[in-house]
């Protein structure tokens, strides 16, 4: 388990059609930049300290488990109302 000071964070790809994949992750530094350009990037930060550590044990492109479906759901619903969006909205989240 990594530290509760440990920054850790991962990037999502959901294409509404497969399950969300790790788009990106990393640790510490890793973390921040990844954070950052997604700030820049306009792209919404969920904070899941859990959900993320649990998520960073994945590899790289790999879709979600189902085990972890709902959990992903939840931040996925977030998103969506934090854009005003729903899923069946044409453009992308």
Same mark, same amino acid.
């Given at each position: 388990?990594?530290?509760?000071? $440990?920054?850790?964070?991962?990037?999502?790809?959901? =294409?509404?059609?497969?399950?969300?994949?790790?788009? %990106?992750?990393?640790? =510490?530094?890793? %973390?921040?930049?990844? @954070?950052?350009? %997604?700030?820049?990037?306009?792209?919404? @930060?969920?904070? =899941?300290?859990?959900?993320?550590?649990?998520?960073?044990?994945?590899?790289?492109?790999?879709? @979600?488990?189902?085990?972890?479906?709902?959990?992903?759901?939840?931040?996925? %619903?977030?998103?969506?109302?934090? $854009?005003?969006?729903?899923?069946?909205?044409?453009?992308?989240?």
């Amino acid at each position: 388990m990594l530290e509760e000071t $440990q920054k850790v964070a991962v990037a999502l790809l959901y =294409d509404r059609v497969n399950a969300p994949k790790i788009l %990106a992750k990393g640790e =510490d530094e890793l %973390a921040a930049s990844i @954070i950052d350009v %997604a700030g820049k990037a306009g792209v919404p @930060i969920s904070e =899941d300290h859990l959900l993320a550590e649990t998520l960073a044990k994945l590899e790289l492109n790999q879709e @979600i488990p189902e085990s972890l479906f709902r959990s992903v759901a939840v931040v996925l %619903a977030w998103v969506y109302r934090f $854009q005003g969006k729903t899923p069946w909205d044409e453009h992308d989240i």
